[in-house]
């Protein structure tokens, strides 16, 4: 008792020479941080996870996606495809509002998907969009899309943030990214880019009072300091990417831990356009040289679960039934001698610093795994840009990779796996089955028959093993326990902080 | 006077040379700015949205061109845009200098207040157990990496005693003294520590020599006290190493302590060309770290110029 009073006087002693006030903060605003701040305001060009999160609070598409991935209305009440799946019709709600307080409709949607359709906006999405042919007008509440052929994921693309519809008049001012007028529940106050953004609740929002009155983020690049400003009660709500951190925070009594598997899935991709990744054998054999669930263990401390290439709750299959998801040595041993390579053969293995955080760890177990087969990894770490660069031209034998997820099959993977994607290079490995695969389970619209088409496109990508699927990770938010109502989802949004209130 | 000007008139030919340098590292570097904003989503581009990008970020001509645009825009004073702020990079800088000026000086003040004296009373104690002492933790204080300390006393404070200065949202000094010192003091121990040690162990060692010097001998033959041979006679001279240090250390902290900043969420010059670096945000970079040589040219000027105050004998710029 003495001891712990002393402690506690030390503490406020502390506290009062450092001038600091030990007390919660005002009720009505939440104090959030995260470590990677968004790198710009433009929904339409925005890729980075941090500029996502930020801008599904400020801008909304036509429709959202909820926590089981099912779509629900966001500026679209309702919507419709045709029988022959080529025309899909949008009822506006006339309830929505941008914040400066004019009302969104029809124009404002045409107006969007034409920038990003536009070359010259330069959207990363509009890989996704391009099936639309023409887009009609009827009236103010209703949109039709033509597509040039039936597209069913086209509706899960159009959930993305990366679809928002933005003003007709802000785009015609060339000031979507400078200005940001959205019809989400918060409004952008003020950004201090890679140090803090305010957020004001948009009172004229159509989904109702949020429930508090601001949000404010603190870019925090240490997450033990996030974890630090959380146990003096500076910071009600963080997201953070470190397992290593996120572990620590269950054991903080007054603070609540979040996680949910996401989409995004770490894999090791091997580049069968080289040598000996060519052969079909080798890479089998490596595939079957992995133990997935060490690689888990201990280079993410088993925070994730060992996953095939459907990361999409709805769609998984059990991993357990794919190619070699087993750990078997022998059987890879065999594969090499029949490729000729009973001696192995050298490799290079790279991976970008920090991203994900386990990167180079999970390089490392790996490398030991091989080594038992003989093959001889060479670890290279990079910054990340330098990743990316390299990653994008197809210059490596084998990448560590954290590749983004989607919510359909389809957008997530006809960039890799169709002959026309856009990143074929990147996956340089295409066959007839997976390119007919991918175009079936796109034009198909029946829930049923597209789960049995994407199983199987699975098990095909999983035997042939151009990459090494290995785990899904979590995404952690850690929150004060006095925080309600926030949902964690897949895909990672942090909408739900619309509606989360401080008690 | 003539040696001022002289040194001066060098200035503008080592900042070219920095420039040229810069502008030609930060490009050599793989990725650009489109590849930092859209990371491997960037592959999704068509040539003709990657040129329309490139347009946008001022990429998209040949490096001469970029380069002459510059230097041409510094010549009127305009530093150029940064892509990521949306503002003019000199604006951009400024905001965030007084912080990093700030920080410089309180942790070489807090260099300077523990390890002069330590070094001092270690020479005077030569060779004694509490001379060992001293060294023994100077040694330690150089050895520690600033991330250790930082996350250490960020740790300890925050889960020990349940208190942690305000993060995130920092306070400029002639807004709110207070608040502004409870948010730099322990970024200012953390690399004043190691700064300490290092001025501790210069000037053990300079007041060592120093005090073997025949004047000193004569000035204690004379019946100098102790006190009036160490703080008249010999601590004059036994500065000159210790300013020498202090000014190449502190021309590193006006650069920014990424390492500091990063840990404390502290927004300085350091973090901020970090992230220039990262984020790929050419103008910010390059306007940066011209400031930063300029500062560091400033500061070695100085230091130069304070050895003539210390030390009567030396004239600069005389053969």
Request: glycine share 8%; hydrophobic share 50%.
């Amino acid at each position: 008792m003495v001891h712990l009073t002393g402690r506690l006087l030390s503490g406020i002693t502390l506290a009062a020479m450092l001038g600091i006030a030990t007390v919660s903060a005002q009720a009505a605003t939440l104090h959030m941080a995260w470590s990677q701040d968004a790198t710009g305001l433009d929904p339409h060009k925005q890729t980075a996870f941090s500029s996502l999160r930020l801008l599904e609070l400020i801008y909304e598409p036509l429709v959202r996606l909820d926590a089981s991935l099912q779509i629900i209305p966001a500026i679209a009440t309702s919507w419709e495809f045709s029988k022959d799946g080529k025309e899909l019709t949008f009822k506006l709600d006339p309830k929505a509002k941008f914040q400066d307080g004019t009302a969104v409709n029809s124009a404002d949607v045409k107006a969007s998907f034409e920038r990003i359709l536009d070359e010259k906006t330069g959207a990363a999405a509009r890989a996704n969009f391009l099936s639309i042919a023409s887009i009609d007008t009827p009236d103010a509440a209703t949109v039709v899309f033509h597509l040039s052929q039936p597209d069913a994921p086209i509706l899960t693309a159009m959930s993305d943030v990366n679809a928002a519809i933005v003003p007709a008049a802000e785009i015609k001012a060339g000031s979507i990214g400078t200005k940001t007028v959205g019809s989400g529940p918060f409004k952008l106050d003020k950004w201090d880019p890679n140090a803090k953004e305010v957020l004001s609740a948009n009172k004229d929002w159509a989904g109702g009072a949020t429930g508090v009155d601001g949000i404010e983020i603190s870019v925090l690049p240490d997450e033990a300091a996030i974890l630090a400003a959380m146990r003096t009660k500076q910071i009600d709500f963080a997201l953070l990417n470190d397992p290593l951190v996120a572990t620590l925070v269950p054991k903080e009594a007054n603070l609540q831990l979040n996680r949910v598997p996401v989409l995004a899935y770490n894999v090791l991709q091997l580049n069968p356009s080289r040598k000996p990744m060519t052969e079909l054998k080798v890479r089998q054999a490596i595939s079957c040289a992995i133990d997935r669930q060490e690689v888990l263990d201990t280079a993410a401390l088993g925070e994730g679960k060992v996953t095939g290439p459907l990361t999409i709750p709805a769609l998984a299959t059990d991993p357990s039934q794919l190619f070699c998801y087993k750990r078997d040595v022998e059987k890879a041993k065999k594969l090499m001698a029949e490729a000729g390579l009973a001696d192995g053969f050298s490799a290079t293995v790279i991976g970008a610093t920090g991203e994900p955080p386990t990167a180079a760890a999970e390089a490392q177990v790996i490398q030991s795994q091989l080594a038992e087969i003989g093959v001889k990894l060479d670890i290279k770490m990079m910054e990340l840009n330098v990743y990316v660069d390299a990653w994008l031209k197809g210059d490596f034998d084998m990448a560590i990779a954290l590749n983004g997820g989607r919510a359909d099959p389809y957008t997530m993977y006809n960039r890799y796996w169709t002959k026309a994607g856009n990143l074929q290079k990147v996956a340089n490995y295409i066959d007839d089955t997976l390119d007919s695969q991918m175009q079936q389970g796109r034009a198909e619209t029946d829930p049923a028959k597209r789960k049995a088409i994407f199983a199987a496109f699975e098990k095909h990508l999983a035997e042939v093993s151009p990459w090494i699927w290995l785990y899904t990770s979590y995404s952690y938010t850690a929150q004060q326990k006095n925080i309600a109502g926030f949902v964690p989802t897949p895909t990672g949004t942090l909408f739900s902080l619309s509606k989360v209130t401080i008690q | 006077m003539n040696y001022l000007l002289r040194r001066l008139a060098t200035f503008p030919l080592v900042l070219l040379g920095v420039s040229i340098l810069v502008f030609v590292a930060i490009r050599m570097v793989p990725g650009d700015s489109i590849t930092a904003m859209l990371g491997t989503e960037a592959g999704l581009l068509t040539p003709a949205q990657r040129d329309s990008l490139a347009a946008y970020f001022g990429i998209d001509q040949p490096w001469f061109v970029q380069y002459w645009r510059w230097i041409g825009g510094i010549l009127h004073g305009n530093f150029g845009i940064s892509v990521t702020y949306g503002r003019p990079v000199l604006d951009v800088i400024l905001e965030r200098f007084p912080l990093t000026l700030e920080l410089a000086v309180l942790s070489m003040i807090i260099a300077l207040l523990v390890g002069m004296p330590a070094g001092i009373y270690a020479a005077t104690h030569n060779e004694k157990p509490s001379d060992l002492g001293v060294r023994i933790i100077a040694m330690i204080g150089q050895s520690t990496p600033s991330f250790v300390l930082g996350l250490l006393i960020i740790y300890t404070l925050s889960a020990g005693f349940g208190v942690l200065p305000a993060m995130g949202e920092f306070a400029p000094l002639w807004q709110d003294p207070l608040r502004n010192l409870s948010q730099l003091i322990l970024p200012a121990i953390t690399l004043g520590f190691a700064f300490a040690a290092s001025v501790t162990r210069i000037a053990r060692s300079a007041m060592l020599d120093v005090l073997s010097d025949d004047y000193v001998r004569t000035a204690r033959s004379k019946g100098a006290s102790a006190r009036s041979v160490i703080w008249r006679h010999a601590l004059p001279n036994a500065l000159i190493p210790v300013v020498t240090l202090s000014g190449i250390e502190f021309g590193y902290l006006l650069g920014g302590a990424v390492i500091v900043e990063q840990i404390y969420a502290l927004p300085g010059l350091g973090r901020m060309v970090l992230d220039a670096i990262l984020q790929r945000d050419y103008a910010l970079v390059q306007g940066s770290v011209l400031f930063i040589a300029f500062n560091f040219m400033i500061v070695n000027l100085l230091v130069d110029l304070a050895y003539v105050a210390l030390d009567p004998r030396i004239r600069l710029g005389e053969q």
